[in-house]
C-alpha cells in the first residue's frame, strides 16, 4: 500500500466508525420507546406465525380465534405486526377486551402494517425487536410458519432452557404441522445429546384456540402471572 492511499484509508475508517456510533444511538432508540411503550401492558402473550398465511385459511382462523380468547380473558396480545398469522392475530385481539400490540420490522420488501393495532412500533433491527416479545412475555404462541417463525421459536426455547428469561410456556398450536419437527428433536437433539430429554417437553401442543388459554392459565394456576423479584432481574438483564 502506497503512502498516498493511507489517509484516505484512514478518513474512510474514522468516516465508518462515525456511522456505527450514530446507529449505536439509532439501536438506543428503539430499545428506549419500546420499552416506555410496552412497560405497563403486562400479563401479555407473544403469538408468532408465518407472513404468507392468506385471509380466511385455517391457520388464520386458529391465529384470530386464539387471539380473541387471549384479549378477552386478560392478556395483551403482542405479533410482529405484519400479513398472514400476524394480521389475523392483531384482528383477533384488537376485537377482544385486552390490547393488540404490533412489533412491526422494515424490511427491503416492505411488510405492510395491520390496521388492527391499539399499540404500534415500528423497527429497523430485528434483535431489538426479539428483546421485546420476549421482555413482556408471559407465554410464547407459535402457528405454522417459516423461517422467521422457526426462529423466534428456538429463541424461546434457547432462552427459557438457558434460564434467561422466566420460565414459561411455548406452545405451538396444530399437532400436524410440528410433528415432524418434535420427532426429529427427540430422534437427533436428544439420542445424540445435544439436549437433554427434558427440553423438549419445554413445548406443548394444542389444536384448539381454548386449550391454548387454558394450558396458558394452567401454568400460571399456583404462582400467579407477576414474575417473582428473582425473575424481575433476570428480565432486567435480558
Known amino acids: 500500500m502506497t503512502q498516498e ?3 484516505k484509508a484512514a478518513g474512510l475508517g474514522h468516516e465508518l466508525s462515525s456511522r456505527e456510533a450514530w446507529k449505536l444511538f439509532g439501536i438506543m432508540a428503539e430499545f428506549f420507546e419500546a420499552t416506555e411503550r410496552l412497560a405497563d401492558i403486562r400479563p401479555a402473550v407473544s403469538m408468532f406465525g408465518s407472513a404468507r398465511i392468506k385471509r380466511g385459511s385455517v391457520y388464520y382462523r386458529l391465529a384470530e380465534q386464539t387471539a380473541r380468547l387471549l384479549s378477552d380473558a386478560g392478556f395483551a396480545v403482542i405479533s410482529g405486526g405484519g400479513p398472514g398469522v400476524m394480521e389475523a392475530t392483531n384482528k383477533g ?11 412491526n420490522i422494515d424490511l ?5 402494517s395491520s390496521g388492527y393495532q391499539h399499540i404500534s412500533l415500528r423497527f429497523k433491527h430485528f434483535f ?3 428483546v421485546m416479545f420476549a421482555k413482556f412475555a408471559t407465554a410464547f404462541v407459535v402457528l405454522p410458519g417459516g423461517y422467521g417463525t422457526l426462529d423466534e421459536l428456538f429463541e424461546a426455547l434457547t432462552l427459557v432452557q438457558t434460564g434467561k428469561t422466566r420460565q414459561m410456556p411455548i406452545v405451538l398450536v396444530h399437532g400436524p404441522f410440528w410433528r415432524g419437527l418434535l420427532a426429529w428433536m ?3 437433539l436428544v439420542e445424540e445429546g445435544m439436549i437433554d430429554a427434558g427440553d423438549v417437553d419445554l413445548v406443548q401442543v394444542c389444536d384448539e384456540p381454548q386449550q391454548v388459554v387454558d394450558t396458558i392459565f394452567a401454568f400460571y394456576e ?3 402471572f407477576e414474575p417473582s423479584p428473582a425473575e424481575r432481574e433476570v428480565l432486567l438483564n435480558l
Open 5 to 7: 492511499k493511507l489517509p
Open 93 to 103: 385481539a384488537f376485537h377482544g377486551k385486552g390490547l393488540a400490540v404490533g412489533l
Open 108 to 112: 427491503p420488501r416492505e411488510q405492510p
Open 128 to 130: 431489538a425487536r426479539k
Open 186 to 188: 427427540r430422534e437427533r
Open 222 to 224: 399456583k404462582r400467579g
